[in-house]
């Protein structure tokens, strides 16, 4: 088991997580990132709304170009599970799966995991953009399609109250509806489908909703189910959370507990890419701030003489 003490302990390799490095690093702090490889982000087949990106980009190379620029200002990146986080004095200590890390302060980026419906082969829908999770995102993708959202009936009518800027064609399908449940809060003539659902099954040309009522035909799902966000490092040590489960932070992303701080999904309901950048930014130049100053000491001077011109001057 390796031991290792650093400035800052980053958990979690998405957008959130790489910035902060990338950021950390170009503050002169010593940073591992740990991780274990399995980026919400990277699931994204192209995305366009990406800022100066106007072709689009892919999740994969979006992560692959913040890893790169990391490594290149010095980061360590490591695969390997933080399998628990204490807190002695000022002092956090992370056993993970290769070793034991000792940090003056730790942001934790390890993002959310989304609640899938039944189907196989989830990830091959992904790419085909047959399923869907956030029409924040991709939802001008969707304009005019067919698309259904499943899911219990009030956050499933949020999402297609949304998708009605998109496409005039939505389907909620829902396990149950209550007196309580508005059915459509907008006019949207949102369509109501009451049933449990099977099984949800890609084609090359539709994805097919196979539900306790029936069988209907899409272009698009957006699953409405819920996600589990991956906090329990925090919270273990006592971290707070808000109403909405997230972690919660303050201005500068630092969560209840001193020196250990948050950023991207796992904090916000808007999971963007751009929002996960602004927390990184806002946590790390924090994190500098907090830590004892790291003057620079310069060991060599060169002496640059001048130039024929200036010397004949």
Same mark, same amino acid.
């Given at each position: 088991?390796?031991?290792?003490?650093?400035?800052?302990?980053?958990?979690?390799?998405?957008?959130?997580?790489?910035?902060?490095?990338?950021?950390?690093?170009?503050?002169?702090?010593?940073?591992?990132?740990?991780h274990?490889?399995?980026?919400?982000?990277a699931?994204?087949?192209?995305?366009?709304?990406?800022?100066?990106?106007?072709?689009?980009?892919?999740?994969?190379?979006?992560?692959?170009?913040?890893?790169?620029?990391?490594?290149?200002?010095?980061?360590?990146?490591?695969?390997?599970?933080v399998?628990?986080?204490?807190?002695?004095?000022?002092?956090?200590?992370?056993?993970?799966?290769h070793?034991?890390?000792?940090?003056?302060?730790?942001?934790?980026?390890?993002?959310?995991?989304?609640?899938?419906?039944?189907?196989?082969?989830?990830?091959?829908?992904?790419?085909?953009?047959?399923?869907?999770?956030?029409?924040?995102?991709?939802?001008?993708?969707?304009?005019?399609?067919?698309?259904?959202?499943?899911?219990?009936?009030?956050?499933?009518?949020?999402?297609?109250?949304?998708?009605?800027?998109?496409?005039?064609?939505?389907?909620?399908?829902?396990?149950?509806?209550?007196?309580?449940?508005?059915?459509?809060?907008?006019?949207?003539?949102?369509?109501?489908?009451?049933?449990?659902?099977?099984?949800?099954?890609?084609?090359?040309?539709?994805?097919?909703?196979h539900?306790?009522?029936?069988?209907?035909?899409?272009?698009?799902?957006?699953?409405? $189910?819920?996600c589990?966000? @991956?906090?329990n490092?925090?919270?273990? *040590?006592? =971290?707070?959370? /808000?109403?909405?489960?997230? &972690? $919660?932070?303050?201005?500068? @992303?630092?969560?209840?507990?001193?020196? *250990?701080? =948050?950023?991207? /999904?796992?904090?916000?309901? &808007?999971?963007?890419?751009?929002?996960?950048?602004?927390?990184?930014?806002?946590?790390?130049?924090?994190?500098?701030?907090?830590?004892?100053?790291?003057?620079?000491?310069?060991?060599?001077?060169?002496?640059?003489?001048?130039?024929?011109?200036h010397?004949?001057?």
């Amino acid at each position: 088991m390796r031991n290792s003490n650093v400035e800052c302990l980053v958990v979690g390799d998405g957008p959130a997580g790489l910035c902060a490095a990338i950021y950390l690093k170009r503050f002169m702090r010593e940073v591992l990132v740990l991780h274990t490889g399995a980026s919400r982000a990277a699931l994204i087949p192209v995305s366009h709304n990406y800022p100066g990106s106007p072709e689009g980009i892919s999740g994969p190379s979006l992560l692959m170009a913040l890893e790169q620029q990391a490594l290149k200002h010095g980061a360590t990146i490591e695969k390997s599970r933080v399998l628990a986080l204490t807190c002695v004095g000022d002092i956090f200590q992370a056993e993970h799966e290769h070793g034991l890390v000792r940090a003056k302060r730790v942001l934790i980026a390890s993002g959310i995991i989304d609640h899938n419906p039944p189907m196989q082969d989830i990830e091959r829908a992904i790419s085909y953009g047959r399923l869907r999770y956030c029409p924040v995102c991709d939802g001008y993708e969707a304009r005019d399609k067919r698309i259904c959202v499943i899911g219990p009936a009030k956050p499933a009518l949020k999402k297609a109250s949304f998708l009605r800027t998109y496409s005039e064609d939505i389907t909620v399908v829902c396990p149950a509806m209550s007196d309580s449940t508005p059915l459509d809060t907008r006019g949207g003539n949102i369509k109501i489908v009451v049933g449990k659902v099977h099984a949800v099954v890609r084609r090359d040309d539709a994805i097919v909703v196979h539900h306790s009522s029936g069988i209907l035909e899409f272009d698009v799902v957006y699953p409405a $189910l819920g996600c589990s966000p @991956q906090s329990n490092l925090a919270t273990e *040590l006592g =971290a707070d959370l /808000d109403p909405d489960g997230a &972690l $919660l932070v303050d201005k500068n @992303q630092e969560t209840s507990i001193k020196g *250990l701080y =948050a950023a991207g /999904d796992i904090v916000s309901e &808007l999971d963007q890419i751009s929002v996960a950048f602004g927390h990184a930014a806002v946590a790390a130049t924090h994190i500098h701030h907090s830590l004892p100053s790291n003057f620079r000491v310069a060991h060599h001077r060169v002496s640059v003489p001048p130039s024929p011109e200036h010397a004949a001057g």
